[in-house]
């Protein structure tokens, strides 16, 4: 099985202009998941609270945030220095100071070794395709729990294989692929709170 060949090179300046320019207008609903992540964070965000995204790309999420969270520590992590130097255009002084950038590829053997804490939350929105193999989830999903707090919560927004989303068997999962892959990673209690338009968002918190 080989991986699947992406069409676009995000390390490549053209390239991730060219995805910030069209994400957030061919999907305008991804707001509402922003919104989301917000609205769970904020009543555990009084304390410190330490965020990470992984291929966190142009810095949306990062920036929407770091903005409406005055709490928050935020660790972007993507394998594009160009997507980072995007995100930092992006954020006021004060929020600069509360954000970590850290390059990096997920395909790496050990890539978790350059992260060195435990995070409260870890998102992945629209990247875990990025994988460019749906067979990799499972210990993707497996290295998440080593990198949460305790009581941490891992979200995972990614687009579905179905005939209204995405037709790539091999690089995108149906939703009852990605339930089989969290519950291999031993992931429990996996609610599913948002689904729009094929971009489906799911939500586990370790007990
Ligand atoms: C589709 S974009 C999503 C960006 C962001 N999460 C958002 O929704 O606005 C995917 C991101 O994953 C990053 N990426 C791709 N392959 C990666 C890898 N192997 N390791 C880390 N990041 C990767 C890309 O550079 C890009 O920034």
Redesign the pocket.
């Known amino acids: 099985m080989n991986d699947v060949e992406s069409p676009i090179d995000?390390?490549n300046l053209k390239d991730a202009l060219e995805?910030q320019e069209t994400?957030n207008v061919k999907r305008p609903w991804?707001k509402d998941f922003f919104d989301y992540y917000v609205d769970l964070i904020r009543p555990r965000s009084s304390d410190q609270c330490q965020i990470l995204?992984?291929?966190?790309?142009?810095g949306?999420?990062t920036q929407h945030l770091l903005s409406q969270l005055p709490n928050i520590e935020y660790t972007a992590?993507?394998?594009?220095a160009v997507?980072h130097q995007l995100a930092q255009e992006k954020l006021h002084a004060s929020e600069k100071t509360r954000a970590t950038y850290v390059v990096?590829?997920?395909?790496d053997a050990h890539w978790q070794n350059t992260l060195s804490q435990k995070y409260d939350f870890i998102i992945i929105?629209?990247?875990l395709h990025?994988l460019r193999h749906k067979r990799y989830a499972i210990e993707f999903h497996k290295t998440i729990r080593s990198l949460l707090k305790p009581n941490g919560c891992y979200l995972v927004c990614d687009h579905l294989c179905a005939p209204h989303a995405m037709q790539n068997d091999q690089l995108y999962m149906n939703k009852q692929e990605h339930l089989q892959a969290l519950q291999q990673a031993a992931f429990k209690q996996i609610k599913i709170p948002l689904e729009i338009q094929g971009l489906c968002l799911f939500e586990m918190n370790v007990i």
Do not use: C, Y
């Open positions: 995000l390390r995805w994400a991804r995204e992984l291929g966190s790309g142009p949306f999420l992590f993507d394998f594009s997507m990096g590829s997920f395909k929105h629209q990247a990025e």
